[in-house]
C-alpha cells in the first residue's frame, strides 16, 4: 500500500466524503507537505499499523479539514464534518 492511499483513505474517513472526491482534493494537499514521498509503499503490516495510528485522529484531522476550508461544518462543532 502507497503512502498516498493511507492518506486518502484517512482523508476519506475524516470527511465522510468518497474516494474519488478526495483524489481531487488530494493534489492541494500534497502542496504544503513538500517532499514528503507519497508514492512510497508500506509493507502491509506498516501500513495498517500507520492506518491504525491515523484513525485514532479523525476527530483532530476533521477539525483540520474543517478549519483549512476542504471541508464544511453545518453544526459549528468543533471536531465534526
Known sequence: MKNSDIYKTILSEASGRPLEE???????????????NFD??????EAQKLLAQLRKELP?????LIEGGFLAN????KGSA
Open 22 to 36: 478526495i483524489d481531487k482534493m488530494f493534489e492541494a494537499f500534497t502542496k504544503s507537505f513538500g517532499t514528503f
Open 40 to 45: 512510497k509503499e508500506l509493507p502491509e503490516e
Open 60 to 64: 483532530g484531522i476533521s477539525a483540520w
Open 74 to 77: 453545518p453544526s459549528r462543532v
